[in-house]
């Protein structure tokens, strides 16, 4: 639970930290533009990477489930259900 409330957080801090820098720098100087198609890239480009990562972990922990749960696995022992054989 720790580690998903520290990958929550992480996640959350590279989301909020660049949105945060933009706000603040708008009123530092008021003769320069920013050219919001860069500023989108870069903040697409943040996004898939946090998108890829939490795909791969998610896709990495189904495969992962898949195989330690399997039937045929020799360490797999049957429930209580299902050796009673009461469903």
């Known amino acids: 639970m720790k580690g998903i409330i520290g990958i929550g957080a992480m996640l959350g801090l590279l989301v909020i930290l660049p949105s945060i820098q933009y706000v603040l720098a708008a009123g530092d100087s008021a003769g320069e533009y920013l050219d919001r198609r860069v500023v989108i890239w870069g903040l697409f480009y943040r996004l ?6 939490v795909g791969t972990v998610v896709s990495g922990l189904i495969v992962w ?12 022992t049957p429930t209580s259900y299902e050796a009673s054989g009461s469903w």
Request: charged share 20%; glycine share 0%.
């Open 48 to 53: 898939m990477i946090v998108a890829f990562t």
């Open 65 to 76: 489930l898949v195989l330690r749960f399997r039937e045929s696995n020799p360490k797999a």
